[in-house]
C-alpha cells in the first residue's frame, strides 16, 4: 500500500503562490509517476501535471504551464506543486496520486492507483 500525503493549501488573493506537498510512504517501490489532479466543485476531476519517477521527466496541462510547475525531492520521497499568477479558476481541491502503471503516465484519473485526501486551494480576494 501507498500513502499519500497532501499539505499547503489555503487561502489566496488573485496573482499570489502557493506550492503545495505530497509525502508518499509505504511500499514506493511499484510507483512510476506521481502527480496532481484538481477537482472544482461541480466539475470533473483533471489532470495538471506528473512526474516520472525513472527519469525525472514532467509533464503538465497546456493550459497551467508557465504558471504551475512540479518537482520532487527524491531524498524524502515527496513531490511538489509550485502554483503561480493563481486565479479565482484555480479554486480547487487539488489531489496527489500515483500510478504503478509501467507506461508512467498519469494523466487520467482511471491511472491513478492511490490518491491522496486532497487539500483546498481557494484563490480569492
Known amino acids: 500500500q501507498v500513502q499519500l500525503v497532501e499539505s499547503g493549501g489555503g487561502l489566496v488573493v488573485p496573482g499570489g503562490s502557493l506550492r503545495l506537498s505530497c509525502a508518499a510512504n509505504g511500499n514506493i517501490f511499484n510507483i512510476n509517476a506521481l502527480g496532481w489532479f484538481r477537482q472544482a466543485p461541480g466539475k470533473e476531476r483533471e489532470w495538471v501535471s506528473f512526474i516520472a519517477l525513472s527519469d525525472g521527466k514532467t509533464y503538465s496541462t497546456n493550459a497551467l504551464k508557465g504558471r504551475f510547475s512540479i518537482s520532487r525531492d527524491n531524498t524524502k520521497n515527496m513531490i511538489y506543486l509550485q502554483m503561480n499568477s493563481l486565479k479565482p479558476e484555480d479554486t480547487a481541491t487539488y489531489y496527489c496520486?500515483?500510478?504503478?502503471?509501467?507506461?508512467?503516465?498519469?494523466?487520467?484519473?482511471?491511472?491513478?492507483?492511490?490518491w491522496g485526501q486532497g487539500t483546498q486551494v481557494t484563490v480569492s480576494s
Open positions: 496520486a500515483a500510478t504503478k502503471l509501467h507506461s508512467a503516465l498519469l494523466i487520467r484519473p482511471a491511472d491513478a492507483d492511490y
